[in-house]
């Protein structure tokens, strides 16, 4: 298994966030979901893609640590690694 890295998880982070609405000139490790429009769909959707291609699950009581598109990359590689 190939290792997962912070670069990799944050390029599928932002394209699924993308695909969700938000802009892509908009989207970095810095933003609020809440910025971007994102909502508990929009995560619900983005866990489905982390465990298809990383095998994370991200929980529902993940959502309140959730603030930032870092805070997402950085619980992917966290919990893949």
């Known amino acids: 298994m190939s290792t997962i890295t912070a670069s ?4 599928t ?14 989207i970095n490790r810095e933003a609020t979901l809440e910025s971007l429009d994102i909502d508990s769909l929009d995560l619900a959707e983005l866990s489905q893609i982390a465990e298809e ?4 699950a991200l929980k529902s009581t993940d959502a ?12 992917i590689v966290e919990r893949a690694g």
């Open 8 to 11: 990799d998880v944050e390029t």
């Open 13 to 26: 982070v932002s394209e699924a966030l993308e695909s969700f609405g938000a802009e892509a000139a908009d």
């Open 53 to 56: 291609k990383y095998g994370v």
């Open 64 to 75: 309140e640590r959730l603030k930032t598109v870092g805070d997402c990359v950085e619980l």
